[in-house]
């Protein structure tokens, strides 16, 4: 069973930038379709942030994060990375990475598994 496990996280002030990363124990090439960034605030439902594809060509972002941040991967490194820029107090939350396999939504976490334990950005002066 594939594990994944965030980092990166931390405290930033607004505008600032952070880069996660999503560490995968093995490659997720043959399990899942994709990888996908998520993150869930207090009293928050789940939402997807990013996602990309196994080859790294095509990427999903939500409208309120498209323009600042960048999914990549490095898959000689079983890792996605997120590159968060002009972070926003609305943009704290834990931050959890999972694959999707099949019928996945990456708006919502549908059809995603192996979630990590999630890494807290908290954006504050």
């Known amino acids: 069973q594939v594990q994944l496990v965030e980092s990166g996280g931390g405290l930033v002030q607004p505008g600032g930038s952070l880069r996660l990363s999503c560490a995968a124990s093995?490659?997720?090439?043959?399990?899942?379709?994709?990888i996908g960034w998520f993150r869930q605030g207090p009293g928050k439902e789940r939402e997807g942030v990013s996602c990309i594809n196994n080859r790294g060509d095509s990427t999903y972002y939500s409208d309120s994060v498209k323009g600042r941040f960048t999914i990549s991967r490095d898959n000689a490194k079983n890792t996605v990375y997120l590159q968060m820029n002009s972070l926003k107090p609305e943009d704290s939350a834990v931050y959890l990475c999972a694959g999707g396999r099949g019928g996945q939504s990456c708006r919502n976490g549908d059809g995603f598994g192996s979630w990590g334990q999630g890494t807290q950005v908290t954006v504050s002066s």
């Open positions: 093995e490659p997720t090439q043959d399990y899942y379709d994709a």
